[in-house]
């Protein structure tokens, strides 16, 4: 595997269901991010991990749990979302020092909330 | 706080052709970086081209360059000789040089390339 991948693809999840996201780096990067990508809108950036600790967190429900265990790996743990949930959810990774600073993009978990 | 605004939501080129995409932004700062991505139909989004705010060069990246315009807060991608694999969304970016991490992105132009 190269770059960084998630885990599913797809994912259709019930408002009272709890399910996690799985994204993986292999770019030896420091800091991971979820972003939220919904119709229209423009990508919203959900957290942020350097070094595995939490140094962003832009507002977001508490249904959405992420976790960061190390600087490779990072979940995002769902429960009771709603309808308006649904969305494309994207993970990237980055190096916190250095001079480009540019965030590699994983292919994005399609989340459906029926 | 940051914006990113791009005014073409969706935008059309021929095949070979030339097409520019634009980007404004609103900031405060006078240290910052500017990214162009693309991301294609079902595809991973990869980046572009990027530009540091300090450098008065415009950046170029093969077929594809920027037009950065510091004060008019202006950043437009160019891409020259456009190909069917050009076709996808275009996100213009905006991070600060100190403190977060965080990209700004814009609302993104849809690229449609016409055989």
Redesign the interface.
Known sequence: ET?VTQTPRHLVMGMTNKKSLKCEQHLGHN?M?WYKQSA????E?MF?Y?FKEQ??N?SVPSRFSPECPNSSHLFLHLHTLQPEDSALY?CAS?Q?EGA?????????TRLTVT | AQT?TQSQPEMSVQEAETVTLSCTYDTSESDY?L?W?KQPPS?????VI?QEAYKQQNATENRFSVNFQKAAKSFSLKISDSQLGDAAMY?CAY?SARG?????????TKLTVNP
Request: glycine fraction near 10%.
């Open positions: 770059g800091a991010y229209k809108k423009p990508l950036l942020v350097n140094t962003e832009n994207l980055s916190v480009t600073y540019e965030q590699y993009f994983g292919p994005g | 990113v970086y990214f991505y595809r991973q989004m990869i980046l990027r996100f991070r977060s991490e965080k990209l700004v992105f814009g609302k993104g």
